[in-house]
């Protein structure tokens, strides 16, 4: 089931990312993040925890940034929602930089959805762990 899509970025729009790119759209309205991935080795801040200005995060894309000390990536899927993630790639612990709406592993070339932490390339086995985070006054901020 492909869907048509407009958001092409520059070289290979996978089937897979544009759809998980319209998962976390659809999953995102009020706040974001999270909830699903179980399996966590996030980083387990404490609440109210500022991680980035919402209006630094392209809407669409991420940015990179620090919760304890860990590095995460911070995303906007719509204008007023954000969603966070481990950056930390599960496939050897390298740290994953934020491109667009994806976030791309140095050592191995495992590709995620920025928006959603899925894998969208491997060898990563499994998504990137979520960051459970609300935006606030313009601030993105932990929730637990
Ligand atoms: Fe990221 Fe291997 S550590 S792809």
Not at 103 to 124: D, E, R
Request: include cysteine; charged fraction near 10%.
């Amino acid at each position: 089931m492909s869907t048509p899509a407009s958001s092409d970025r520059t070289a290979e729009p996978s089937r897979r990312s544009v759809l998980a790119a319209g998962i976390a759209g659809a999953g995102a309205l009020t706040l974001a993040a999270c909830g699903g991935g179980s399996s966590s080795s996030a980083p387990k801040p404490h609440a109210g925890q500022s991680v980035a200005k919402l209006d630094d995060i392209p809407v669409g894309g991420a940015i990179s940034a620090q919760l304890d000390g860990d590095p995460v990536i911070v995303s906007r899927p719509t204008s007023s929602t954000a969603a966070c993630f481990s950056a930390i790639c599960t496939h050897q612990g390298c740290t994953v930089r934020p491109q667009g709406g994806k976030a791309f592993c140095p050592c191995h070339g495992s590709i995620f959805n920025a928006l959603n932490g899925k894998v969208v390339q491997t060898p990563a086995p499994s998504p990137l762990p979520a960051i459970a985070v609300e935006v606030k006054n313009g601030e993105v901020v932990t929730t637990s």
